[in-house]
Structure formats: C-alpha cells, structure tokens
C-alpha cells in the first residue's frame, strides 16, 4: 500500500496532460500511486495515458464509460485510492520535483496538520508566470484579463476551529488548498465534491474545522490559467461541466454552498456550541436576506 496516492481526473487533456503526470513522476519522493480517471475523453488522453501506464507502475488508469462531470470523477479517484495521504491534482498544473517530500513531512511529523500545501504561482498557457499588478493587487493574463490570485498565506493555522473558518470562508475566493496533500482518513469523514460550481470552498471549510493547515514557504505548484478552464463557463455551462446528472435547481451554486458550510458547522465533532453559533454568525451576514425572502415569496407563488 503506497503512503501516498495521487488522483488525477481527466477530460481531454491532451494539451497539457503530458507534462503534469511527467512532474509528478520526477518527485524526489517515490512512494506513491497515481489513479487517473478518464472521464470518457475523447481525444487522445486515452494514448498518452496507456503510455505512462506501460512504462510505469504506479500509474493506474480508469476509465469512465461516459462522461460523468467533474465532481463525480474527481471523487472516484479519491475512492480508488489507497494511500494515507491523498492529493487531487488537474491535468492542467505542475509540481516542482520536492512538492511530495516537503508537504508529506509535514503530515508525518505533525499529526495536528489535516492539509499541506505550498507556495502557489500562477502561470499562463505556455507555463510563463502571470503578470501581477500591485496597484489593483490582481494577475492578468496575456490578454489582459484579471485572474484571481492565490489565497494569502497563513490561513487556517489558528488552534482554534473558529479563525481557520474565518480564513477559509472570509478570505478565501481561489481554493488552490484544495490541490494540497490531505490525511485521507479525515477526507472520508467529508460528503467531499458535491454536484454544484465552487462545492470545492465548502469542502476546504469543513476541512479548516477539522484540524489545521499548513503552506510549505517554498513556491512548489504552479497553477496554470487558460481560456479552457471551468472558470471561462458560463453558469449554466459551469452546471453540465460539474455533474452531467445533475439536475436543474432554482438554487444558486452561493446558496448550495452556504447549506453545505453550515451543515458541516452541525456536524463536525469537537466544536462548542458557542464555537457552533459564531460560525453560522459569519454565514448568515453574507446572506443577502432581502434576494432570499423575495425568492421564497416567488416560490410559494409560482
């Protein structure tokens, strides 16, 4: 049984697939699987992938008989997996050849830490770094466009459950966390992806109530931004692309992630009640009550 595995969820990801299994596979620490899900693809990631697997064995491939949207793909490969520590990674990013042996180090020797990660840069479709401006404090891509930069470092390292919610729900817009190296243990006790756009925020929050995290100073992932990501869809686009079963709702992705968060502020064990109400406090004040009540009213009435 490896002491890491790696899962890698795919739909045709020719371009860029090559290089981000090849980054996995030149880390310094060796003891991992990687299970890649297709998706169904139907492009060549199907050969790209028979390659790396024919020539080595830690590579695992599955494939979907159809496209079963990201989120349920993304959580099969976590339910093929076998390792202690388990880390998500898109067909699209890079890791530094260290990323592995610096964060599990952290996990084996401090078992208060849930999640490891490290520094985060952003890089365009030709792997460059994206322009930052300090003035409006956002990256921009070659064509000028605003890409949200990665989240502060520092957050969720609080021994208290409340300041790491706080960090993960306040201050958080991009969850590049969710691409660290988390205990698989604790990941089982969590519903995981759900079936909506931006379940991964949800995911990272419940996670910060768990335990806490760390972010390895050194810049070790870099995240790469292009015209094809999710982010580019449209809303409705954005649903298909999350879970092709999934069905429409008059629920916006925001309000399904704030039941999800508070859910997840009921149930986690070792919280106060006190500790309970402060964090449902902060839900409720992004709660744009007035848009909530005259949708409800819409409802009773249609």
Known sequence: MPLISLGLPVYNGERYLGQAIRSILDQ?????ELVVCDNASTDGTADILADFARADGRVKVHRNPTNIGAAPNWNRAFALSQGRYFKWIAHDDLHAPTFLEHTVAVLESD????????????????????????????????????????????????????????????????????FGLIRADVLRQTPLHRS??????????????????????????????????????SADEQRRWIDTAAPRTRWSPKRQQYVQILGAVAQVPGLTPAQRLRCAAMVANRV???????????????
């Open 28 to 32: 310094t620490h060796t003891d991992f």
């Open 111 to 178: 078992p208060g830490v849930i999640l490891c990660h490290t520094g985060t840069r952003l890089v365009d479709d030709q792997g460059e770094e994206l322009a930052y401006d300090p003035v409006s404090g956002s990256y921009h891509d070659r064509a000028g466009n605003r890409r949200v930069g990665p989240p502060p470092a520092g957050r969720a390292t609080s021994a208290d459950p409340v300041r790491r919610f706080e960090d993960l729900f306040l201050r958080t817009i991009r969850c590049t966390d969710i």
């Open 288 to 302: 744009d009550w007035g848009h909530f009540l005259r949708s409800r009213l819409h409802l009773q009435h249609a």
């Open 196 to 233: 909506y756009y931006s379940s991964d925020k949800a995911l990272l929050v419940e996670l910060a109530l768990r335990g806490r995290f760390h972010e390895v100073p050194e810049t070790l992932f870099m995240k790469r931004d292009h015209v094809s990501t999710s982010l580019t869809l």
